[in-house]
């Protein structure tokens, strides 16, 4: 075991993250749900001891009122602070999309440029735990489809530490999202100044038979079908795209120049996703190049079940991936 | 105090919901069920003596912490049990699971997960029975902490304004998940918010039978006399933290200490033998529920689960295609 | 003059399909912020006269919450009413989003069938009239994302007519999404009795050199284009799809299938907007059979600009939906 | 009654808002400008009076209806008016319009077209100054109607409990768009509102110079103290409808005639006769301000539009590809 480089946990990278942010720029402050150590350092303790450690004037407990929250983080933000506001699980930015959609992303531009919205709304989601319908949604797609603002999901300890810290110093609002069920894995502790630049995808497996395009949670199952269907010698090469929105076609589309052929994979809802602009932009550059389609995996045409058969059923699944690679490649 | 026949009804649903709470963390401490839980241990009277105030054809509508409210409106505790289990036979054939009860036969229409989210709602059943005529009420449970978000101001203020038949029932525990109320909350109480809402508000001990059921049937009688909303602010407490496995740190120890003190359960068990009802006939009716809890428990272990492609139906009017 | 048919305009249409709806089904209501005759109807006069005739008790002028108005709509729907919302401007569906998406959208599924939500919410938007960044989104792709919902957007005021109606009585919840710029155009009125089913695109041009697949003043605008082209012995065909989510695949891919290349058009942002899905399953359909990848028109990665010149730059264009068909067309 | 100086300060502002005001409409009506335009007239004295208390480094949070608190806090009029024509040299190079005026020089850090969205963000602003210390306040306008929307109520909770810098002025005219007060507002009025979240809350006639300045004046130094927010309620009236041509036909006749009576400018310009204020030198700050206009109004007429592909910049920190 001693031989075993270090390792930490998802959550834990996010939490050095922010700590890391807070020590660097003291402009950077948290908002939130129990984000202080008083209230448990965040139900996910993602937050645990930056209060201690920065004080409650920086790491502030705010009310259930996430309008609010985001609202204060949009207006900190114009006159040169870097909030990191918490909304604890992804379906509550149903009700705080006003602040970000028509505010924190447009107010940039609707000032012709003269205030900026360098914020960040870190927040938690995922299926296949049981929550049930109202707290696993995955709905990145919407906040793709806003100009102004990006969307971050890292796939690993190493790549959230470094992602969510160039969120944080990042001059646009960003959207970083978590993934609850895996929060708690872990992978290689990242350097300390370890930093991952906003808009670049990474390429963690090689191949040249197809291109998996995913992130988040999508990259591990893929990984996972890679390395089943090495042994039958299809090779599958990895794209971890890390930021989603706007996303980096440059590698996307180099990836599968090679391969000729791609999947695209996400946990979220596969209908009107994540999934259906990056197929269209490959189709639309590299039409006549392409063995087959590209294919699509994302889960089912439903509310997330509650029930561990239902949820697993609509849920999209390694087998899901490995079955669309298969018809592709034919 | 309430009549004998009022507090033994109250007391007979306020202990099937504790005996009820106390085996779902027995069974989830022990993996036989692997659910997030909110236990409702502290709060019990409360939602008995609400739901002793209203008809089975009411509605109501109540949140993730709802156990007490859905057993004392009426869901049969076999039904209620299969869902959380996720099984085929509960209420919502697994679909909704301990978040999202929903029984229209009992008046329990909507359970949400979304804090402050039913109170619109709400309304809207509200609506449904001044346009109807039916003389319906609904009564619409949430928290202390479910006061600081803008549904609770915009709901209050409509039914107000429509002088809607809805009970804004605030179960005031004093924390939203890990954070005291003197942290969120710049008015004292929530009652003040009503007041300012301009609609009829108390503030009562919930964990008084007597107490809650008096405002309870006052409140009710005011909806259904075409006067509108009422909002009451019962104080009450819960005793196992926001949900099964929090330690409750952030409690300081005197204040769980009084609280226990104040367990509204012993108490009205007393209350009971107070009134000449004999220890006989109290602990037939806890063997009554303990035996109805046994039941719906073997029942939700053994009942199936749904078939996968479940996933399919009830999404829209018809089935989505595979 | 008295030779031409009669023609009502887009708004109007809205007006007569509610009246009939509530003429036919005492359990239609409306709610909206001054939907009602005291308050003049709407402030484009789409619901006017409706509460003269039906009652204030039917036609309820609201305060301005719109997480109220929709919640209130979802309660009454699930015993029994058939509720229209009004959100005046769809921009403002932001702050209801939870409503929608989190209740009436999921409770179906989440009560396993006990309960419905026969509602409707008309929502009105545009962009091109120089109302800015906060009035003039198209954001029926979030809509179209979500499981449980269907999206509808009428292109002239007989559909708006036949398809309103039709979403009122549908019974599941609707997004009625209108275009405040053409409220005021006209069209061949409907008879009385006319009915556009749900989940039924239209063909209302038939062509065979390319499909321009697209919805509400994308249609117009697509006409136009068809219009033109034919000139240089260009034949489009225009698929209006009436419901864009779940929208009518087979309607779209017959006539793919036919001309073997496709344009969608939609006024939304283009990125990540509708254009991706309906684009995606094309080629995943009749990837061998297109002669050209499948082109795409949308708005530009902006918020809506005010002033004109910016604004019309920014904005899909007939002038982009040409160079579009003649890039796949080569 | 306010000093010399402060009356004198607050007709200035006042005057070239209600001149501005009427040149705008009368451009709009003669197709020289093609905007969508609310009209201020009425409520001039309102943000007049509110400004004069403040400073121009504080920051200023309003909406759509916005120009009278915009002029009062100081924009530029050739800036503000080539924004409201689309004009490059417009104070957002013409991408937010008059919906959404932004100029940071004299502290206007939001117009928001969103009712009650403004509210949170003032919020942020306060925390910001809370936490340099930099003593600044914010001042958050809204209407009436907006006091119905969630925001409303989290956000002046969340000011309240951190004490934060911020006036939330509530510039009550009666009306939202068509509707009146008493048909949405389930309290009497919005102070109570206030009252029941716990903020310091005060009700004034804003149409009243001296009155409104005095309450502006205390919230601000309640604030810069660091006692926290406070909601000032200024009654007011707007004389033209919701947007420039609208007819006001939901006004009764007579409340109008009422309004009209008590049309806020000739008082006050009577004030300042009484306190011995010549004519001669009313006359000219009015003659000043109709200058300013008159240039402002060429210059916006004359100034260039945009380039089509600004809307590539600004989107981002970089510009966005063609
Ligand atoms: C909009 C929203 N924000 C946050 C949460 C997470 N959350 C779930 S319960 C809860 C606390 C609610 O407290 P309270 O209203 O007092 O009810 P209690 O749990 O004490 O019964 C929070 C913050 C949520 N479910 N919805
Ligand atoms: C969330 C939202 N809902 C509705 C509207 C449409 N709307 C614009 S102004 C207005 C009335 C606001 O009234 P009030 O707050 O009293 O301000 P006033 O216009 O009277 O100054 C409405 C309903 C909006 N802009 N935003
Ligand atoms: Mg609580
Ligand atoms: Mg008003």
Redesign the interface.
Known sequence: MSEKPAEIMFAQACNMAMNKAMADDDKVILLGEDIADEQGGGVFKVTAGLSAQYGTDRVRSTPISEQAIVGAAVGSALVGYRPVAEIMLMNFITVAMDQIVNHAAKLRFMSGGQTSVPLTIRTTTGAGTGLGGQHSDMLEAWLAHVPGLKVVAASNPADAYGLLYSSIMDDNPVIFIENTPTYFTKGPAPAPDHVVPLGKASIPREGTDVSLITYGRGVGASHAVAEKLASEGISCEVVDLRTIAPFDEETVLKSVAKTKAAVVVHEAVKNFGTGAEISSRIHEELFSELKAPVGRVGSGYAPVPFSPAIEKAWMFSEDDIEREIRKILG | MADKDVLIDIFTRADLIMQSDIKFRKMIGAGQL???YYPVRGQEVVSAAMMAAVNQED?L?TIYRGLHDQLAKGIPSKDLWAEFA??MA???????????I???ETGV??T??????G??????????SQ?EKDGKV?VCCFGD??S???????????A???KLPVIFLCQNNHY????HMR??????TIK????????RSVRVNGNDASEMYAAAKEAVEYARAGNGPTLIEAMTFRFHGHLLGDTS??IPEEEMEQALKDDPMPILRQQLLDMQISETDIAAIEAKNAATIEEAAQFALDAP?????????????VE?AA
């Open positions: 692997q659910i997030v509605y509508v996720g099984k509960g209420t919502c054939k697994g679909k909704g699971g301990p978040m999202h929903t029984h229209p229409m909507v949400t997960g979304i804090v402050g989210s109170i619109p709602i709400a309304n809207g059943l509200g609506l449904a346009l609904t902490g479910a600081n978000i803008g549904a609770f101001h915009e709901g209050l203020n409509m107000q304004i429509w939203g998940e890990h954070t942290d969120t909350t710049g008015s004292e003040q918010r009503g007041d300012g809402l301009g609609l740190h952030y689960y749904p078939p996968g492609d479940e996933y399919r139906i009830d999404v829209l009017d989505i």
